[in-house]
């Protein structure tokens, strides 16, 4: 999560000066985590991905029989609903019946995943990923965050990083 963090800092008040800490939660364990937070009285801001692409990666790669392939994607699909019920957020789902994408005050929803965000969406990403020495890793969002304009970036995570919208 270093990329949030150094997006962050390219804003007139980072994380770092809010007292605002960003913790890695895999999907499967976020609405414990929120549980957790919320008894303590921590306010919560929530980003995660989709992940609608899932089947067609799981296509490409050539990995798992269709069968496996629906359990893994109606597990996606619950994951993401339990996100957004301990949270008591509402969110439109896609004829594939997942949530749809964007900036929901406290919560973000990055489609399919952040690398593929990250292409879609910002500027000089695919460009860099392009490049045959480059490995995606934390570093590298750190790297290509700290060396981009703020404007590089899109207006909704940039609204969602900076609002003062949190669950508690």
Known sequence: ????????????LPFSL?????IKCPKTNMPFCIDILK???????????????????????????????KELRNQHINNNKKILEKVGIDIDTD???????????YVFVVSDTLESYFSDNVVGWEKLMQQPDVKKNSRIYQEFINSS??????????????????FV
């Open 95 to 105: 004829t594939n019946g997942f949530i749809l994408p964007g900036n929901f005050g």
């Open 39 to 69: 008894k303590l009285g921590i306010p919560i801001k929530i980003m995660f991905d989709n992940d609608s692409g899932f089947e067609t990666r799981m296509k490409e790669k050539q990995k798992g029989d269709e069968k496996k392939t």
């Open 18 to 22: 809010k007292g605002i800490e960003v």
């Open 149 to 166: 304009q703020l404007n590089a970036f899109p207006k909704e995570l940039i609204d969602f990083i900076t609002n003062d919208k949190f």
């Open 1 to 12: 999560m270093a990329y949030i963090d150094a997006l962050t800092e390219k804003t007139d």
